[in-house]
Each structure stands twice: as C-alpha cells, then as structure tokens.
C-alpha cells in the first residue's frame, strides 16, 4: 500500500484555450461551466491551492439571457468607497450597455476568495459580439492537436 498523491508542478501545467458561446444560455448557468475552467476542477489532477486553470473565451455576451424578473429586479452593486458613492443599475440597463460586465461579476463571484481569484479571472475573456482576437491561440492549439 505504497500510494502517494500526485501534485502537479507549476513549470508542467499546459493551459488550455476554450471557447464558449453565450448566446441563448441563463448567465448564472453559463458562469458555473466559465469558472470551473478557469479554476481547473476539469482537470484529473486539480488541486485547490495551485492555480491548474485555463483560458476561456466567450463569446456573444450581449446574447446572455436572464430568467424570470431579474432583467428588472436585480441590481449591479458598485461603491467608491466614499459617502454616498454607492450606485444602483439595474441589469437591464447593465445588460443594454455593457452586457460584459454582467457576466464577468457572476463569474467573478464564483471564483474562490483568495489569492488565486485575480491570477483565474485574468484568464477570461469576454467579447459582446462573435468576434474575437484570440483566433491565433486557436489556430496554435489545432495545429499542435493535428501533428499527433
């Protein structure tokens, strides 16, 4: 009974690239499947205090549904940190304009509250459209998958 338990090093983690498409899927939803691979829990060998996460990038954020009245009733927290310099948005202004930044605070409220969050949340990409600037890492990661 000679077992040990693997612990991977930080020189041999392979980061991933994904990409995920927003449209038509509940934001709540789509934010638990972004977070556990930035976090890594996809991998055989996740452990939780090494950062073992890939890239994700999504997109047709603009595209995000919301279920039942939250489009109306729920609210984007933001303070300054200076009397009165609390601001209330609804999502539904929040999601008119800036629908990226919706889903970065439900991804980022997903994400583990230690130092490991803002090295997993730099991972993520959003994109408002079906456009994106990262079709080169893509095209290195199918390159590499079609040598073998």
Request: proline share 3%; aromatic share 10%.
């Amino acid at each position: 009974m000679n077992k040990k338990t693997y612990l991977p090093k930080l020189d041999s983690i392979k980061r991933k690239w994904y990409l995920m498409d927003a449209s038509g899927k509940i934001l709540g939803r789509l934010a638990v499947e972004i977070s556990k691979f930035l976090i890594g829990k996809n991998k055989v060998f996740y452990t939780n205090h090494i950062d073992c996460g890939d890239f994700v990038v999504v997109v047709n954020a603009g595209k995000v549904i919301l279920t039942g009245k939250k489009l109306d009733q729920k609210m984007y927290f933001t303070y300054s940190g200076y009397p009165g310099g609390a601001k209330l948005t609804p999502y539904s202004v929040l999601m008119s304009k800036n629908p990226e930044k919706a889903l970065f605070a439900s991804v980022k409220g997903m994400l583990p509250k230690n130092k490991l969050a803002s090295r997993q949340i730099k991972r993520l990409k959003i994109f408002k459209g079906d456009k994106h600037t990262h079709s080169a890492q893509f095209a290195i990661l199918q390159g590499k998958e079609g040598k073998k």
